[in-house]
Protein backbone atom coordinates (compact mmCIF):
# COMPACT_ATOMS: atom_id res chain seq x y z
CA UNK A 1 0.00 0.00 0.00
CA UNK A 2 1.36 3.05 -1.12
CA UNK A 3 2.27 5.89 1.70
CA UNK A 4 0.50 9.37 2.22
CA UNK A 5 2.76 11.93 2.87
CA UNK A 6 1.74 15.52 4.45
CA UNK A 7 3.57 18.49 4.46
CA UNK A 8 2.23 21.47 6.60
CA UNK A 9 2.98 24.89 6.13
CA UNK A 10 2.66 24.07 2.37
CA UNK A 11 2.34 27.53 0.76
CA UNK A 12 5.51 28.40 2.30
CA UNK A 13 8.72 29.15 0.86
CA UNK A 14 10.64 25.97 2.53
CA UNK A 15 7.12 23.92 2.07
CA UNK A 16 6.44 24.88 -1.74
CA UNK A 17 10.52 23.59 -2.44
CA UNK A 18 9.96 20.32 -0.35
CA UNK A 19 6.55 19.22 -2.31
CA UNK A 20 8.38 20.73 -5.63
CA UNK A 21 11.30 18.17 -4.40
CA UNK A 22 8.88 15.48 -3.87
CA UNK A 23 7.39 15.72 -6.82
CA UNK A 24 10.37 16.32 -9.57
CA UNK A 25 13.52 15.07 -7.62
CA UNK A 26 11.76 11.74 -5.64
CA UNK A 27 9.16 11.46 -8.35
CA UNK A 28 6.78 10.91 -5.72
CA UNK A 29 2.94 10.09 -7.28
CA UNK A 30 0.96 13.52 -6.93
CA UNK A 31 -2.16 11.87 -5.48
CA UNK A 32 0.08 10.50 -2.86
CA UNK A 33 1.15 13.80 -1.68
CA UNK A 34 -1.30 16.38 0.80
CA UNK A 35 -0.37 19.96 1.07
CA UNK A 36 -1.82 21.32 3.83
CA UNK A 37 -1.95 24.83 4.62
CA UNK A 38 -3.96 28.01 5.96
CA UNK A 39 -4.89 29.15 2.19
CA UNK A 40 -5.62 26.07 0.20
CA UNK A 41 -6.69 28.71 -2.32
CA UNK A 42 -3.02 29.84 -3.29
CA UNK A 43 -2.57 26.06 -4.27
CA UNK A 44 -4.35 25.54 -6.71
CA UNK A 45 -1.74 25.12 -9.29
CA UNK A 46 -0.27 21.78 -7.16
CA UNK A 47 -3.94 20.66 -7.00
CA UNK A 48 -3.76 21.40 -10.87
CA UNK A 49 -0.97 18.62 -10.57
CA UNK A 50 -3.24 15.98 -8.73
CA UNK A 51 -1.77 16.66 -5.47
CA UNK A 52 -4.68 16.82 -2.69
CA UNK A 53 -4.83 20.26 -0.81
CA UNK A 54 -6.71 20.56 2.76
CA UNK A 55 -6.92 23.00 5.24
CA UNK A 56 -4.85 23.39 8.04
CA UNK A 57 -4.04 25.53 10.58
CA UNK A 58 -2.32 24.75 14.05
CA UNK A 59 -4.88 27.50 15.65
CA UNK A 60 -7.63 24.96 14.89
CA UNK A 61 -7.64 21.93 15.99
CA UNK A 62 -10.59 20.42 14.32
CA UNK A 63 -8.73 21.80 10.93
CA UNK A 64 -5.83 19.50 12.08
CA UNK A 65 -7.92 16.34 12.60
CA UNK A 66 -9.58 16.76 9.19
CA UNK A 67 -6.68 17.50 7.37
CA UNK A 68 -3.90 14.59 9.06
CA UNK A 69 -7.02 11.65 8.92
CA UNK A 70 -5.30 8.64 6.53
CA UNK A 71 -1.58 10.33 6.28
CA UNK A 72 1.43 8.03 6.91
CA UNK A 73 4.46 10.54 7.29
CA UNK A 74 3.90 13.68 8.44
CA UNK A 75 6.07 16.57 8.32
CA UNK A 76 5.42 19.59 10.86
CA UNK A 77 6.80 22.63 9.38
CA UNK A 78 7.80 25.40 12.39
CA UNK A 79 5.66 28.26 11.55
CA UNK A 80 6.91 31.79 11.57
CA UNK A 81 5.32 33.15 14.95
CA UNK A 82 7.67 34.31 16.65
CA UNK A 83 6.78 37.93 17.57
CA UNK A 84 4.25 36.43 20.42
CA UNK A 85 6.63 34.47 22.86
CA UNK A 86 5.00 30.81 23.21
CA UNK A 87 2.76 31.29 20.39
CA UNK A 88 4.54 28.94 17.98
CA UNK A 89 5.02 26.70 20.65
CA UNK A 90 1.69 26.24 21.38
CA UNK A 91 0.70 25.73 17.67
CA UNK A 92 3.17 23.17 17.10
CA UNK A 93 1.91 21.14 20.49
CA UNK A 94 -1.15 21.84 18.53
CA UNK A 95 0.07 20.04 15.94
CA UNK A 96 1.61 17.20 17.53
CA UNK A 97 -1.07 16.14 19.16
CA UNK A 98 -3.22 15.73 16.35
CA UNK A 99 -0.87 13.59 14.64
CA UNK A 100 -1.07 11.38 18.09
CA UNK A 101 -4.74 11.47 17.52
CA UNK A 102 -4.57 10.93 13.82
CA UNK A 103 -2.04 7.55 14.30
CA UNK A 104 0.16 8.63 12.21
CA UNK A 105 2.98 6.28 10.96
CA UNK A 106 5.79 8.68 10.89
CA UNK A 107 6.53 12.59 12.09
CA UNK A 108 9.07 14.80 10.86
CA UNK A 109 9.43 17.87 12.09
CA UNK A 110 11.56 21.39 10.89
CA UNK A 111 13.91 22.46 14.21
CA UNK A 112 16.86 24.40 14.87
CA UNK A 113 20.29 23.46 15.52
CA UNK A 114 21.41 23.55 19.71
CA UNK A 115 18.21 23.73 20.72
CA UNK A 116 18.81 23.27 23.97
CA UNK A 117 17.98 24.71 27.23
CA UNK A 118 21.03 27.43 27.35
CA UNK A 119 20.39 28.12 23.55
CA UNK A 120 21.08 32.06 23.08
CA UNK A 121 18.55 32.23 20.44
CA UNK A 122 15.08 32.96 21.85
CA UNK A 123 12.82 30.95 20.31
CA UNK A 124 14.87 28.35 21.03
CA UNK A 125 12.31 27.04 23.44
CA UNK A 126 9.39 26.61 20.72
CA UNK A 127 11.35 23.85 18.78
CA UNK A 128 13.23 22.33 22.32
CA UNK A 129 9.68 21.96 23.58
CA UNK A 130 8.61 20.73 20.32
CA UNK A 131 11.17 17.68 19.70
CA UNK A 132 10.39 16.66 23.21
CA UNK A 133 6.66 16.36 22.92
CA UNK A 134 7.57 14.44 19.53
CA UNK A 135 9.83 12.05 21.46
CA UNK A 136 6.81 12.17 24.38
CA UNK A 137 4.51 10.97 21.62
CA UNK A 138 5.95 7.61 20.71
CA UNK A 139 5.55 7.93 17.01
CA UNK A 140 8.52 7.49 15.24
CA UNK A 141 10.34 10.61 14.27
CA UNK A 142 12.84 12.34 12.00
CA UNK A 143 13.95 15.69 13.24
CA UNK A 144 15.75 17.98 11.03
CA UNK A 145 17.56 20.80 12.48
CA UNK A 146 17.97 23.50 9.84
CA UNK A 147 20.68 25.60 9.83
CA UNK A 148 20.62 29.40 8.99
CA UNK A 149 19.23 29.86 5.89
CA UNK A 150 22.04 31.52 2.81
CA UNK A 151 18.58 33.76 2.04
CA UNK A 152 18.66 35.21 5.65
CA UNK A 153 21.25 37.66 4.09
CA UNK A 154 18.73 39.00 2.07
CA UNK A 155 17.27 40.74 5.16
CA UNK A 156 20.32 43.12 6.35
CA UNK A 157 22.77 42.65 3.22
CA UNK A 158 20.84 45.70 1.21
CA UNK A 159 21.56 48.00 4.26
CA UNK A 160 24.67 46.77 4.68
CA UNK A 161 25.78 47.35 1.20
CA UNK A 162 24.11 50.94 0.95
CA UNK A 163 26.32 51.75 4.40
CA UNK A 164 28.82 49.80 3.70
CA UNK A 165 29.04 48.77 7.66
CA UNK A 166 28.03 45.85 9.00
CA UNK A 167 27.41 45.98 12.52
CA UNK A 168 27.21 42.60 14.54
CA UNK A 169 28.17 41.24 18.43
CA UNK A 170 29.20 38.09 16.38
CA UNK A 171 32.31 38.10 17.39
CA UNK A 172 34.51 35.35 15.55
CA UNK A 173 31.69 32.83 15.55
CA UNK A 174 30.93 31.55 12.37
CA UNK A 175 28.09 30.12 10.79
CA UNK A 176 26.86 27.74 8.54
CA UNK A 177 24.81 29.44 6.22
CA UNK A 178 23.04 26.68 3.71
CA UNK A 179 20.49 27.00 1.22
CA UNK A 180 16.76 26.74 1.71
CA UNK A 181 16.36 24.88 -1.16
CA UNK A 182 19.14 22.01 -0.55
CA UNK A 183 17.46 22.29 3.14
CA UNK A 184 13.87 21.35 0.85
CA UNK A 185 15.58 18.34 -0.82
CA UNK A 186 16.84 16.82 2.53
CA UNK A 187 13.57 17.17 4.39
CA UNK A 188 11.34 15.66 1.12
CA UNK A 189 13.80 12.56 1.07
CA UNK A 190 13.63 11.86 3.97
CA UNK A 191 9.38 12.01 3.62
CA UNK A 192 9.86 10.04 0.37
CA UNK A 193 11.94 7.13 2.29
CA UNK A 194 10.19 4.44 4.30
CA UNK A 195 12.50 4.31 7.24
CA UNK A 196 10.79 4.06 10.30
CA UNK A 197 14.25 4.51 12.35
CA UNK A 198 13.62 7.47 14.71
CA UNK A 199 16.68 10.14 13.74
CA UNK A 200 17.87 13.76 14.28
CA UNK A 201 19.46 15.69 11.67
CA UNK A 202 21.57 19.07 12.01
CA UNK A 203 21.34 19.88 8.39
CA UNK A 204 23.71 22.81 7.29
CA UNK A 205 25.39 24.14 4.91
CA UNK A 206 29.11 22.89 3.23
CA UNK A 207 31.37 25.47 5.45
CA UNK A 208 30.79 28.00 8.61
CA UNK A 209 31.62 31.44 7.89
CA UNK A 210 32.38 34.33 10.77
CA UNK A 211 30.43 37.49 9.38
CA UNK A 212 33.79 39.01 8.38
CA UNK A 213 34.22 35.73 5.91
CA UNK A 214 30.93 36.64 4.71
CA UNK A 215 31.83 40.18 3.94
CA UNK A 216 34.52 39.38 2.28
CA UNK A 217 32.59 37.27 -0.27
CA UNK A 218 29.99 39.49 -0.89
CA UNK A 219 32.78 42.07 -1.33
CA UNK A 220 34.03 39.63 -4.01
CA UNK A 221 31.09 39.41 -5.56
CA UNK A 222 29.23 42.60 -5.31
CA UNK A 223 32.24 44.71 -5.75
CA UNK A 224 31.27 46.81 -2.70
CA UNK A 225 33.86 47.13 0.31
CA UNK A 226 32.20 46.30 4.09
CA UNK A 227 33.99 47.17 7.31
CA UNK A 228 32.37 44.69 9.73
CA UNK A 229 32.01 46.31 13.41
CA UNK A 230 31.52 44.32 16.38
CA UNK A 231 29.67 45.73 19.23
CA UNK A 232 28.31 44.16 22.45
CA UNK A 233 24.67 42.67 22.34
CA UNK A 234 23.58 45.36 24.36
CA UNK A 235 24.76 48.23 22.31
CA UNK A 236 24.11 46.07 18.97
CA UNK A 237 20.25 46.12 20.65
CA UNK A 238 20.18 49.54 20.97
CA UNK A 239 21.16 50.24 17.58
CA UNK A 240 18.78 48.26 15.89
CA UNK A 241 16.19 49.46 17.86
CA UNK A 242 17.37 52.82 16.75
CA UNK A 243 16.84 52.53 13.40
CA UNK A 244 13.59 51.34 13.87
CA UNK A 245 12.74 47.67 14.07
CA UNK A 246 10.76 46.51 17.32
CA UNK A 247 12.73 45.84 20.32
CA UNK A 248 11.39 42.04 20.34
CA UNK A 249 13.04 41.38 16.47
CA UNK A 250 16.01 43.20 17.80
CA UNK A 251 16.29 41.02 20.38
CA UNK A 252 15.98 38.04 18.35
CA UNK A 253 18.53 39.32 15.90
CA UNK A 254 21.23 39.68 18.53
CA UNK A 255 20.32 36.67 20.24
CA UNK A 256 21.61 35.07 16.65
CA UNK A 257 24.96 36.62 17.12
CA UNK A 258 25.14 35.62 20.75
CA UNK A 259 24.45 31.78 19.42
CA UNK A 260 27.02 32.21 16.78
CA UNK A 261 29.55 33.69 19.33
CA UNK A 262 29.53 31.04 21.38
CA UNK A 263 29.70 27.86 18.77
CA UNK A 264 26.02 27.27 18.52
CA UNK A 265 25.56 27.71 14.70
CA UNK A 266 28.70 26.32 13.07
CA UNK A 267 28.75 22.73 12.96
CA UNK A 268 29.14 21.52 9.64
CA UNK A 269 27.60 17.79 8.98
CA UNK A 270 27.27 15.92 5.41
CA UNK A 271 23.35 15.39 6.42
CA UNK A 272 21.97 17.31 2.91
CA UNK A 273 24.09 15.65 0.91
CA UNK A 274 23.61 12.35 2.17
CA UNK A 275 20.02 12.61 2.43
CA UNK A 276 19.59 14.24 -1.17
CA UNK A 277 22.22 12.78 -2.56
CA UNK A 278 23.41 16.04 -4.52
CA UNK A 279 26.15 18.53 -3.42
CA UNK A 280 25.11 21.54 -1.81
CA UNK A 281 25.57 24.57 -2.93
CA UNK A 282 28.66 26.51 -1.54
CA UNK A 283 27.56 30.20 -0.42
CA UNK A 284 29.68 32.19 -2.70
CA UNK A 285 28.08 30.15 -5.42
CA UNK A 286 24.81 31.26 -3.97
CA UNK A 287 25.55 34.68 -3.80
CA UNK A 288 26.67 34.85 -6.97
CA UNK A 289 23.05 33.58 -8.26
CA UNK A 290 21.45 36.40 -5.99
CA UNK A 291 23.43 39.29 -6.55
CA UNK A 292 20.56 41.34 -7.46
CA UNK A 293 18.65 40.09 -4.20
CA UNK A 294 21.68 41.33 -1.37
CA UNK A 295 21.85 44.58 -2.69
CA UNK A 296 17.82 44.81 -2.68
N1 LIG B 1 16.71 28.25 9.57
C1 LIG B 1 16.46 29.49 9.19
O1 LIG B 1 17.36 30.27 8.86
C2 LIG B 1 15.04 29.96 9.13
C3 LIG B 1 14.74 31.22 8.58
C4 LIG B 1 13.43 31.63 8.51
C5 LIG B 1 12.42 30.80 9.00
N2 LIG B 1 12.74 29.59 9.54
C6 LIG B 1 11.70 28.65 10.05
O2 LIG B 1 11.40 27.74 9.01
C7 LIG B 1 10.00 27.81 8.67
C8 LIG B 1 9.85 27.65 7.18
O3 LIG B 1 10.59 28.67 6.54
P1 LIG B 1 10.01 29.46 5.29
O4 LIG B 1 11.16 30.13 4.69
O5 LIG B 1 9.15 28.56 4.46
O6 LIG B 1 9.06 30.53 6.02
P2 LIG B 1 7.79 31.28 5.40
O7 LIG B 1 7.83 31.30 3.91
O8 LIG B 1 7.68 32.56 6.15
O9 LIG B 1 6.56 30.37 5.81
C9 LIG B 1 5.95 30.46 7.07
C10 LIG B 1 5.34 29.13 7.37
O10 LIG B 1 4.62 29.14 8.61
C11 LIG B 1 3.41 28.42 8.41
N3 LIG B 1 2.41 28.85 9.40
C12 LIG B 1 2.26 30.09 9.95
N4 LIG B 1 1.20 30.09 10.80
C13 LIG B 1 0.69 28.84 10.78
C14 LIG B 1 -0.42 28.22 11.44
N5 LIG B 1 -1.22 28.90 12.26
N6 LIG B 1 -0.67 26.90 11.18
C15 LIG B 1 0.14 26.18 10.33
N7 LIG B 1 1.21 26.72 9.69
C16 LIG B 1 1.46 28.03 9.90
C17 LIG B 1 3.01 28.79 7.00
O11 LIG B 1 2.07 27.87 6.48
P3 LIG B 1 0.79 28.23 5.53
O12 LIG B 1 0.87 29.71 5.24
O13 LIG B 1 0.95 27.40 4.28
O14 LIG B 1 -0.40 27.85 6.33
C18 LIG B 1 4.36 28.69 6.30
O15 LIG B 1 4.73 27.38 5.99
C19 LIG B 1 9.55 29.17 9.20
O16 LIG B 1 8.16 29.16 9.46
C20 LIG B 1 10.38 29.30 10.47
O17 LIG B 1 9.85 28.56 11.55
C21 LIG B 1 14.01 29.15 9.60
Redesign the pocket.
Known sequence: MPQTILV????????RSVINHLLGTFKVPAERIVAA???PASLSDLAARGVIVRK????NQASLAKAFAGADRVLI?????IAIQGKRRE?QLAAVAAAMQAGIGHLLY?S?PNPEPGSPVIFAPDHYDTEQAIKASGIPYTIFR????DE?LFMAMPQILASGQWYTSADNGAISYGS?DDYAAAIAAGLASDTGESTTYTLTGPKAYTAAEVAALVTEVTGNPIQVIQLSDEALTEGIKAAGLPESLAKALVSFDAAARAGDLGMVTDAVEKLSGRKSVPLKQFLEMNKAALAG
Request: hydrophobic share 25%.
Open positions: TGASGQLGTRTADFDISTNEQTMNGWYNR
